[in-house]
Antibody, heavy 121, light 107 residues
């Protein structure tokens, strides 16, 4: 059974940093691209970033490019999101999600339960 | 960015009703469209991918249709477990974008 468990969320001041982790199990983590998606009551679901199984290939939303960095440690089956220069509008629940398949173009199927990030002074 | 527009925003229905939610993309996305179901406090659950392919384990009362810019999710006979919020998502190109959601509530 696929399991994705996010951690690292919490309260941080504007301008601060936070590192989210997503521990994966139940599938061959190194074979799958992974994504981060966040959700707020006001803006709904927002895709943040994707990292492919070749970790040098990444993509980011304009709203976070230059401030957030996605990475992965395939030896530890873990996905990361380093968030710097945090703003109030980054307040959201952050989900990690895996690609549905290892071949071809696809979307995310399994998602974690999410971790809450609150940016406030 | 590709904008995804869902309608309606809220849908009131009864158990056994046939329900259809529509999603329009602001530009051509072929069949690179997914539908998710989300319940309060839970992660989104993939129902449909590539516009009309049913995800494994999803009941056959759910179906997807459309291509290009116009898409629909249909629930053939609404069940108690189906009251939730539904989102469409395009994955034709980055940035992936989602519709604003359709809440299916009890009539």
């Amino acid at each position: 059974e696929v399991q994705l468990l996010e951690s690292g969320g919490g309260l941080v001041q504007p301008g601060g940093s936070l590192r989210l982790s997503c521990a994966a199990s139940g599938f061959t983590f190194s074979d799958y691209a992974m994504s981060w998606v966040r959700q707020t009551p006001g803006k709904g679901l927002e895709w943040i970033s994707t990292i492919f199984y070749i970790a040098t290939k990444t993509s980011y939303a304009d709203s976070v490019r230059g401030r957030f960095t996605v990475s992965r440690d395939n030896s530890k089956n873990t996905l990361f999101l380093q968030m710097n220069s945090l703003r109030a509008e980054d307040t959201a629940i952050y989900f990690c999600a895996k690609f549905r398949s290892t071949t071809g173009w696809t979307t995310s199927d399994s998602w974690g339960q999410g971790t809450l990030v609150t940016v406030s002074s | 960015d590709i904008q995804m527009t869902q309608s309606p925003s809220t849908l009131s229905a009864s158990v056994g009703d046939r329900v259809t939610i529509t999603c329009r993309a602001s530009q051509y996305i072929s069949s690179w469209l997914a539908w998710y179901q989300q319940k309060p406090g839970k992660a989104p659950k993939l129902l449909i991918y590539e516009a009309s392919s049913l995800e494994t384990g999803v009941p056959s009362r759910f179906s997807g249709s459309g291509s290009g810019t116009e898409f629909a999710l249909t629930i053939s006979s609404l069940q108690p477990d189906d009251f939730a919020t539904y989102y469409c998502q395009q994955y034709n190109s980055f940035p992936w974008t989602f519709g604003q959601g359709t809440k299916v509530e009890v009539k």
